[in-house]
Structure formats: structure tokens, C-alpha cells
């Protein structure tokens, strides 16, 4: 008897693996809400309930202080504007060159396009940290080393191999047909692109975005090597500039920022969440 026969159901018809499943989410659920709510928690709490033992679990007195506190502390709209440019500007230029390079990997068969593709493929084993140092060089060379530019050259450069895969995976699985049809009517080629294939992979080219857009906003280490102007700061560098300067004693105001921090995510992923998941389950099916 296999494993799959044992959870499918039993004798009398019970759902086990239905039972097993919901577990597993419910599981994975609490991985992620438990460490979220303890954030917004702390974030409510005074320092007195800072730190004491047993923990509380329910802020109270609840107060919103620690989150006007941390506010006055540093320039964190900037940091927040900074963070918001970077993310749209890398997501931006990301799928800009990705989109028709997807597009022509995927439709056209010129020489050397499977070798590109393998190459582009290729790309995304390499750890970005082997890049840090001759990227620095090259924007200190060309003098956008502490410049909003110069990273979101370094970010669109990391997720442009990533952005292809993806988008030439949503390009392959469309049919034919319909560009076939479009020549047919005389319809030229940058028409085809950008009336028949961009509206198909609406929902792919959602996800790719959010992908980029969160990843970039969360990222530390290239943001902290290349911004060292305090107004240029993205908000985790900002975070961790405000955890240096304060250390534990004020991780109610750390978490206060760090719940702000998140919003932005949470309001992405609220607005587009049908076609992330569309774009996502698209993706799997292929």
C-alpha cells in the first residue's frame, strides 16, 4: 500500500488526506502570522513591557507613542520615498528590457537564441555577492556609486535573467495562432507585441513585477554598499542605522517602523493579489 493510499481516505470514506492538507496550511499559516502579530504587538507595547518575563501577549496598555517616537528620530519619509523610487524604478527598467527579450526568445528563432536563453539560465546560479565588489568599481568608475541610478542599474541587472525566465515561460505556453492571424491581417510586428501579447500575459507580467518589487524593497546588503549618503538610505538600511544608534532599548519603536515597513508589501500584494495569483498558478500549470 503507497503513502498516497493510506492519506486518501479509509474504509468508511475519511478524508485524511484532506485532513493532512489543511494541517500543512494551517501550519505554514502560523510560521508566517505568529512572528508578524509578535511585531505589531511590540510595536504597541510601552517600554515597561519591553523585555519582562513572561512575555505579554496582548499589549496593555496599547499606545501608538513608539510609532511617533521612531518617526522623529530620522528622515524615514525620505527613506521611505527612497525605497518606493528604487523599487519602481528597478521594476520599471526590469521588465522593460525583459518583456521583448522574452518575447524574441520565445517567438523568434534566430541564431544563437537557444544558447542565449541557456545563458540567461546560467545567470541566475550565480550568487549576486560575487558581483559586489567589480559592480562597485564600475559604478565608482562611471560616478553613480551613492546615487538612487546607479542601484537600480545594479538591481535591474540582478532580476533581468530571473524576469526573462519567467516571462519566456508565460510567452511559450501562448498560442501561435493569434500573432499568425494578426500577420495575416497586416498587422506589424510592434502592434502584435504590444495589442496581442502584452494583454495575454497581463497577469505574468503582474507577478514578475510584485516579485521584483518586493525583493528590491527587502534587500540589505547591495543597498548598504552603495548608498552612503543618510538621505539616500533605503528603509532597511534606515532600520538597521536605527537599531546601531539604539540597540534593545527601544525595540518597540524598531518594530513600529518595521510594521510600517511592511504595509507597502501588504497593500501591493491587497491590490493585485488576483492577478499575482493568476500569474503564479498560470506559471505552475506549464
Known sequence: MSVTDVFATDQDGF?????????AVSLAALFVLVPLYWMVATSLKDPSQIGIFPPTLVPSPATVEPYFEAWETGPWGQWFLNTMLISGGSTIVTLAIATPAAYALARFDFPGSNPIYLLFLGLLMIPAQILLIPLYNLLST???VDT?????LVYSTFFLAFSIFLLHSFMTNLPESLEEAARIGGIPEWKIFFQ????LVK???TATGMLIFVFTWNEFLFALTFLKSEQLYTISVGLQSFQGIHGATVYNQLFAMSTLATLPVIILFALFSEQFIEGIAGLEMQ
Open 142 to 144: 562611471l560616478g553613480l
Open 203 to 205: 497577469s505574468g507580467l
Open 196 to 199: 496581442v501579447i502584452l494583454p
Open 148 to 152: 538612487r541610478l546607479g542601484l537600480i
Open 15 to 23: 478524508p485524511w488526506e484532506q485532513i493532512v492538507r489543511y494541517v
